[in-house]
């Protein structure tokens, strides 16, 4: 298991952007797909966005295609999530996630952080 720590979320009105951050302890961070996943109240947990462990392949929620970007630095053992445009149906709880590969990551099967809150006004 691998510890992670969000940090980004907050308030924000709709069309504006904020950009989340995960940072995995551990050395073995460039083998993870990294991953965010989001629960709205009352709603189950569901997949945002995922990028494998050297960061070529990057796969989006339809909800977020064009608005969001997900990407990564090895280097610094931190995984972002650029959110654009962002909209009130984007209100969630969002969680990074690491998973040994992206079946596993979406089928929730991988480590967890505590989540950071995401507030859109409108």
């Known amino acids: 298991q691998v510890q992670l720590v969000e940090s980004g979320g907050g308030l924000v009105q709709a069309g504006y952007s904020l950009r989340l951050s995960c940072a995995p302890s551990?050395?073995?961070?460039?083998?993870?797909?990294m991953g965010w996943f989001r629960q709205a109240p009352g709603s189950e947990r569901t997949f945002v966005a995922a990028i494998s462990s050297g960061g070529g392949a990057t796969y989006y929620a339809d909800s977020v295609k064009g608005r969001f970007t997900i990407s990564r630095d090895n280097a610094k053992n931190t995984v972002y999530l650029q959110m654009n445009n962002l909209q009130p149906e984007d209100t969630a709880v969002y969680y990074c996630?690491?998973?040994?590969?992206?079946?596993?990551?979406?089928?929730?099967?991988?480590?967890w952080g505590q989540g950071t809150q995401v507030t859109v006004s409108s």
């Open positions: 551990g050395r073995a961070f460039s083998t993870y797909t």
């Open positions: 996630t690491a998973g040994a590969d992206i079946g596993r990551l979406r089928a929730g099967l991988g480590s």
